[in-house]
């Protein structure tokens, strides 16, 4: 028997500028954060986390652990998260069945996983 699972709950990326980070995210997502201290940072984002934790950057963030945002409009969330400083990783393209996925770097070399997809609907508490 498997774990008693709430789903998906908290993303956590690692920045070596608090301060610019928060502000990054504050305009790329369009929301302040929820809780701000100078050892974390945490937003709501559509119910879920979107924590920012300290951190000295040596090298490249590895890319092993991916996670997904839902939006309604891929390309327009893809463009504003370029135009306000990401780097373009993979542009918005469709998996399969009207699944959409798309990825960009933060500034701090964080993978954002973006996705939009017509037969995810989140369940209500």
Do not use: C
């Not at 369009?30 to 809780?35: A, K």
């Not at 119910?47 to 963030?61: H, S, T």
Request: net charge negative; proline share 5%; aromatic share 14%.
């Amino acid at each position: 028997m498997g774990i008693n699972s709430q789903g998906l709950r908290t993303t956590i990326y690692k920045v070596d500028d608090l301060a610019e980070a928060r502000s990054w995210y504050e305009r790329a997502f369009g929301v302040s954060p929820y809780f701000d201290q100078p050892f974390y940072v945490g937003f709501d984002i559509g119910g879920y986390e979107l924590g920012l934790l300290p951190e000295k950057v040596e090298g490249i963030r590895t890319e092993n652990v991916l996670t997904y945002w839902a939006v309604e409009d891929i390309t327009d969330a893809y463009d504003k998260m370029v135009s306000h400083g990401a780097k373009e990783l993979e542009t918005p393209n469709d998996v399969g069945e009207g699944i959409k996925v798309a990825l960009v770097k933060d500034p701090w070399l964080n993978v954002i996983g973006l996705i939009y997809n017509p037969f995810f609907k989140q369940k209500s508490s």
